[in-house]
């Protein structure tokens, strides 16, 4: 199983776990300098780097590689610039979403459940919606949204390869109060 922390904004470095594939640097508050200095240190501390929404920091940072909103440039477009080995995911919430993101290594299906740190307005996918887009997806799928670790593994059973989640590797619980 492939695990993915997403990081909350808080830009806390010390909430970076050991045990996962890899850390997703979301911190959309920090400057192109702060998010920088976050992505290398988080690097030092081992991590496997995506950063969200900024290849630019992820290719000047030697990051792992960026995670991308949907509908963001093409997967085939990055790789054209990206050094090999260089990890690509995408967001995607839909049938359609998936088969947009050829190029990419994996896609972040969301949300499966209603999601734990944050609102979401999309209505949930359930296990039926991420079966579904993970047996039409031409890329490796991550479930993402309210996933726990029970519920993770009713995930690799429908078809994702993994899971990724701000809250799943948490110890405190989120605004929704899960």
Known sequence: MIRCQITD?????AAIRPDVDFVQV???SLSTR???R???A???LGAKVLVND??????ACGAAGAHLKGGAVSP???RRIAPPGFVITVACHSEEDVCRAVGADFVLVS???SPISKVDTREPLRLAGLGRIAHVSPVPVLALGGITETKARSCLEVGAIGVAGISLWRTSVGPNGR
């Open 38 to 40: 976050f992505v290398r």
């Open 111 to 113: 949300p499966v459940f």
């Open 34 to 36: 702060e998010l920088s």
């Open 9 to 13: 904004g808080t830009g806390n470095l």
């Open 76 to 78: 085939k477009l990055i």
């Open 42 to 44: 988080a690097i030092r």
């Open 26 to 28: 979301r911190e959309p």
């Open 54 to 59: 900024r290849v630019d920091v992820a290719l």
